[in-house]
T-cell receptor
Framework: DAGITQSPRYKITETGRQVTLMCHQTWSHSYMFWYRQDLGHGLRLIYYSAAADITDKGEVPDGYVVSRSKTENFPLTLESATRSQTSVYFC?????????FGPGTRLTVT | GENVEQHPSTLSVQEGDSAVIKCTYSDSASNYFPWYKQELGKGPQLIIDIRSNVGEKKDQRIAVTLNKTAKHFSLHITETQPEDSAVYFCAASIYNYGQNFVFGPGTRLSVLP
């Protein structure tokens, strides 16, 4: 049972590059989420999705784009990466009140 | 919107002692309060949760209490062990499918042998 996986686990990119972080879940959960984790801020919601083709902004959506063409996948794209987007990114899914998190992607923008 | 505060930011206890982490929330409509444990290099893992119609919930060495009037909830870990060392996050939300969590900033717990 793979659960929820993220790829890549580590990524270094340059300012201005486009980067896509992948998230895949095997539970067929309806809801999926993207968070970023920064020291002193805890986890902040970037975008979430209620179902395929339904997405909505969270607390910190600027500079990010999401899509959800299939229930199991929820990619997050940084269209033009900036240093302020250096962070650890977590994907989560849910089918009830509980959210289940992936292992995270550590992204460094140089 | 909802705001969640969490204290202390760091906590060190001796193995076998108890640890208590406290959170306060601002939105009286919030009615679901999960606690997550995050070990180094891993994603947050749900360890216990409580809904607003319950004042206390226990699961072995872990318990959570909720005071709706004061809008605060606490995590209690008894008989701490070195493997309890991690960062703990509280969160608050309005119970529903796909509700958005607002997380506290986290507490780094160190259990000293």
């Amino acid at each position: 049972d793979a659960g929820i996986t993220q790829s890549p686990r580590y990524k270094i990119t340059e300012t201005g590059r486009q980067v896509t972080l992948m998230c895949h879940q095997t539970w067929s959960h309806s809801y999926m989420f993207w968070y970023r984790q920064d020291l002193g801020h805890g986890l902040r919601l970037i975008y979430y999705s209620a179902a395929a083709d339904i997405t909505d902004k969270g607390e910190v959506p600027d500079g990010y784009v999401v899509s959800r063409s299939k229930t199991e996948n929820f990619p997050l794209t940084l269209e033009s990466a900036t240093r302020s987007q250096t962070s650890v990114y977590f994907c989560a899914s849910s089918e009830g009140p509980e959210q289940y998190f992936g292992p995270g992607t550590r992204l460094t923008v140089t | 919107g909802e705001n969640v505060e969490q204290h202390p930011s760091t906590l060190s206890v001796q193995e076998g002692d108890s640890a208590v982490i406290k959170c306060t929330y601002s939105d009286s409509a919030s009615n679901y309060f999960p606690w997550y444990k995050q070990e180094l290099g891993k994603g947050p893992q749900l360890i216990i949760d409580i809904r607003s119609n319950v004042g206390e919930k226990k699961d072995q060495r872990i318990a959570v209490t909720l005071n709706k009037t004061a809008k605060h909830f606490s995590l209690h870990i008894t008989e701490t062990q070195p493997e309890d060392s991690a960062v703990y996050f509280c969160a608050a939300s309005i119970y529903n499918y796909g509700q958005n969590f607002v997380f506290g900033p986290g507490t780094r717990l160190s259990v000293l042998p």
